[in-house]
């Protein structure tokens, strides 16, 4: 494994890139931690939206290295694939959300690197996703993990196999914009009635006047457009996941 | 107006009962504060469940002098009518749910009571409601009342004018719990468009794995009667309460 030192933002958060492999593949995630925190403390893997690794999940690792926790960002598309617009995006994510076994190892296997970073307390660790990311960290849980929690923020919410939630260990958190037109109403009660039938301990929260990345700075503000920030729900959404940490990692 | 001295269970919390009226109606209320707590606070209604104002609301409302504020249950029945039994409870659920004008005269009167206590902060105010009484709240929201907010733990959910909406002035957090067989999913779609058509600023929790009454430690733990405690779906749905009021009453 071949590590390379990049910028650090604050004084105390430390930063650095982090290549690892699924199967043949190489992946490039990325690392956050607070150095003047002494000690083994929770991990938390952060998984990417559709256009890939990008700043964005960069900057909510250092948000949670701030709070305390090492932040591993995963690669799931594989070390240099970065799309640069949203048909590219859509190839990408497309693949993975049609092959879920892959999608499921290209995810353990950034758990794997998370676990494997020096300061993890690795009986304590939990997953979070944005978007595509959200999608990917409900195929974590149904792959049977052994962490604490996963959060889904905006994710694309489905139940490919309704019998998958009985496969599920950990505590899961969905938090979604009510007027988020990417997943139906029957796909959301289809992922319902899979974590009721399975048994598993489950949220789903519900914003108000918020769509599809609605964490998404970038995203704009238009509504219409069925994607757009929301800094209520952003907020919200945090502090509800602060919340579940404070509850999982106890 | 009448008050009594009660009982005051912590050192600091101070409790008494208070009469105030709706229209012709003696209405018993109940109202908790920290008295080691100098200056004005916000206010929070009580709102309580179909059995009529008990212990449990009134510990409630110690719990919320605990945090910080003034509580005040509000007695939507009237002084002396305390249901016995279920048969009792319904019939007085029944009236108040079948003639929702009478509901908001009703709730309104104890928000006003709220506002006269003397440590309140009128212009911070919300008001909390379990079962029958988070329907109550969602109705004082209805009815335009000028607050910062209301939180319904397993009330029950529906939409009797799906134009109501448009005459919330106040945010909406709903704490459900996800197994509750007393709203059919029809109203909750209903419930969300009303607070979607009318642009209200609203949240939905859902508790997996909780049924009716799940912060009511009395209700048993038999999820197959409907009703049951949920310590998990209490304490998240407490949490969240203390979120929400951190975001309205800064």
Redesign the interface.
């Known amino acids: 494994m071949t590590t390379i030192i990049a910028a650090s933002i604050h004084a105390a958060i430390q930063t650095k890139t982090v290549e690892y492999k699924q199967g043949d593949t190489t992946l490039e995630g990325f690392v956050a931690w607070d150095d003047a925190i002494p000690g083994a403390r929770p991990g938390v893997l952060v998984v990417h939206q559709w256009m890939g690794l990008t700043d964005y999940e960069k900057q909510r690792a250092e948000m949670l290295a701030q709070l305390g926790y090492v932040a591993f960002c995963a690669d799931i598309y594989g070390k240099g694939i970065r799309p640069k617009n949203t048909a590219e995006a859509g190839a990408q994510a497309g693949k993975y959300k049609s092959d879920r076994q892959l999608l499921r190892a290209r995810v353990n296997a950034g758990l794997d690197a998370l676990r494997q970073q020096p300061l993890v307390d690795v009986k304590r660790v939990a997953a979070i996703g944005y978007c595509f990311g959200g999608t990917t960290v409900l195929e974590l849980a149904r792959s049977g993990a052994d962490i604490a929690g996963v959060v889904s923020f905006h994710g694309g919410l489905d139940a490919p196999d309704p019998n998958d939630g009985k496969n599920i260990k950990c505590k899961?958190l969905i938090c979604h914009g009510?007027?988020d037109p990417f997943s139906s109403?029957q796909d959301i009660?289809a992922l319902?009635n899979e974590?009721?039938s399975g048994?598993?301990?489950?949220?789903?929260?519900?914003?108000?006047?918020a769509v599809h990345s609605f964490t998404q700075p970038n995203a704009g503000n238009d509504n219409s457009k069925g994607a757009a920030y929301n800094e209520?729900a952003d907020?919200?959404s945090w502090?509800?996941m602060k919340?579940f940490f404070a509850?999982i990692f106890k």
Chains 1, 2 share one sequence.
């Open positions: 899961v009510a007027d109403p009660t319902e974590m009721r048994g598993v301990d489950w949220q789903l929260v519900k914003y108000g006047g209520k907020k919200r502090a509800a919340e509850e």
